[in-house]
């Protein structure tokens, strides 16, 4: 079966501080991945995702993510904290049938500090 | 294009309540799904569909009940409200052929 886990439900940066979400995943065949941003009383927004080619992938806002199979990780980075970064991150992989179920992590907060 | 709306946005409910959250996309997509998100939890899986017609469990089924009869509906049912379904619930679409979901608003049900 599949899972996500996230390292650290809160994280706080300064503002133009490096931005660092741990995720690590299982899974018995290639995973596809997933991450989604909600802000304050909004549903989910992905922010970028791994399907299959290049390792790195780049989202919005600045964000990018690296799909490292030897580590099965998939950590988030941002390499300046805005405050309209503060919300709750989630890390999620796609189920391993063709029904496209989301399996997610916990979730981080990000608090940013002015 | 609305997207996937979902209504209604909040609710409290007293024990042993029925209700129905709405969930209606205009994106003509295939699959949709249903999930709940509790504090410090992540989301899980209630109830999909793979189309009109099609519905299967996911992760916490029990106390819930889908229908599927077009392609941008999909209700979710709650037939005896418990404290323990307090939650935000979240409706999903996606295309059959993409692997990018998206998300209503959420509905916000207290059970009291």
């Known amino acids: 079966a599949q899972s996500v886990t996230q390292l650290g439900s809160h994280v706080s940066v300064s503002e133009g501080a490096l931005v660092l979400l741990r995720c690590n995943y299982s899974s018995s065949v290639p995973p596809y991945l997933f991450w989604y941003v909600q802000y304050p009383n909004q549903g989910l927004q992905l922010l970028l995702k791994y399907t299959t080619g290049a390792t790195l992938v780049k989202g919005i806002n600045g964000f990018e993510a690296e799909f490292k199979k030897s580590e099965t990780s998939f950590h988030l980075t941002k390499p300046s904290a805005h405050m309209s970064d503060a919300a709750e991150y989630f890390c999620a992989v796609s189920d391993e049938g063709n029904t496209g179920k989301l399996i997610f992590g916990q979730g981080t907060t990000l608090q940013v500090k002015p | 294009n609305a997207g996937v709306t979902q209504t209604p946005k909040f609710r409290i409910l007293k024990i042993g309540q029925s209700m129905t959250l709405q969930c209606t996309q205009d994106m003509n997509h295939n699959y949709m799904y249903w999930y709940r998100q509790d504090p410090g939890m992540g989301l899980k899986l209630i109830y999909y569909?793979?189309?009109?017609?099609?519905?299967d469990k996911g992760e916490v089924p029990n106390g819930y009940n889908v229908s599927r009869s077009t392609t941008e509906d999909f209700p979710l049912r709650l037939e005896l409200a418990a404290p323990s379904q307090t939650s935000v619930y979240f409706c999903?679409?996606?295309?059959?052929?993409?692997?990018?979901?998206?998300f209503g608003p959420g509905t916000r049900l207290t059970v009291l």
């Open positions: 569909s793979v189309g009109a017609g099609i519905t």
């Open positions: 999903a679409s996606k295309e059959r052929v993409t692997d990018t979901q998206y």
